[in-house]
């Protein structure tokens, strides 16, 4: 079956430093893929996704680009900030029979960015 | 729009008792998905709705269950909690379309089972 894995963390940067958080998957199919984020005591926001074979998402700094050669969709943003201090879970999304599209997650990387 | 929405926002139960957990889609969704969330499981797939009927079920015991209604709305059950069933249970909705849509999470309902 599908399986997404991630670095699992924590991760503790010091602002403004640079951040990869490796994610690499399994599939059956063409799966679309995404970077959800969690904030303490919240449920999940969509942080970035890509549909297709080199697509680049971005939003607020972060960069992640679909490598369907390495199976792989690493989240990175160069200066990390405070605010950015979070859980970031990479999953996947494809066709799992009688149209149902379900998310299979990758356990999370726990972020924190010290002043 | 207004997002999804979740309640209750918390619960506190005995085992052995049962309980009932709503999903608010936002509005012109017409896929509601469940998902449970543990420090030791992680985020899992428990069911998904469409139309009022469910489309897609994860690996999970009989004692949970679901059902959507007309208007999307959605519920979640589970019968004889176990202590294990402690965790936040995450509702999503989508358009239901395609598997490159966007999922809405609410805020989630964290049940306790002592």
């Known amino acids: 079956g599908d399986s997404v894995t991630q670095m699992e963390g924590p991760v503790t940067l010091s602002e403004e430093a640079f951040l990869t958080i490796n994610c690499t998957y399994t599939a059956t199919g063409y799966p679309s893929l995404f970077w959800y984020v969690q904030y303490p005591g919240e449920g999940l926001q969509l942080l970035l996704k890509?549909?297709?074979?080199?697509d680049k998402g971005s939003n607020k700094g972060f960069e992640a680009t679909y490598r369907k050669e390495t199976t792989s969709f690493h989240l990175e943003k160069g200066s990390v900030q405070v605010s950015d201090s979070a859980v970031y879970f990479c999953?996947?999304?494809?066709?799992?029979?009688?149209?149902?599209?379900?998310?299979?997650f990758g356990k999370g990387t726990k972020l924190s960015v010290i002043p | 729009k207004a997002g999804v929405t979740q309640t209750p926002r918390y619960l506190i139960k005995t085992r052995g008792q049962q309980v009932t957990l709503s999903c608010s889609p936002i509005s012109g969704h017409r896929s509601v998905s469940w998902y449970q969330q543990t420090p030791g499981q992680g985020l899992q797939f428990l069911f998904e709705?469409?139309?009022?009927?469910?489309?897609n079920k994860g690996n999970f015991p009989g004692r949970f269950s679901g059902r959507q209604f007309s208007n999307s709305r959605s519920e979640m059950n589970v019968s004889t909690l176990e202590l294990g069933d402690s965790a936040l249970y995450l509702c999503?909705?989508?358009?239901?379309?395609?598997?490159?849509?966007?999922?809405?999470f609410g805020p989630g309902t964290r049940l306790l089972v002592l």
């Open positions: 709705y469409f139309s009022e009927t469910q489309r």
């Open positions: 999503a909705s989508s358009l239901g379309a395609s598997w490159g849509e966007t999922q809405y």
């Open positions: 890509a549909t297709k074979a080199d």
């Open positions: 999953a996947l999304s494809e066709d799992s029979g009688a149209g149902s599209y379900q998310l299979t």
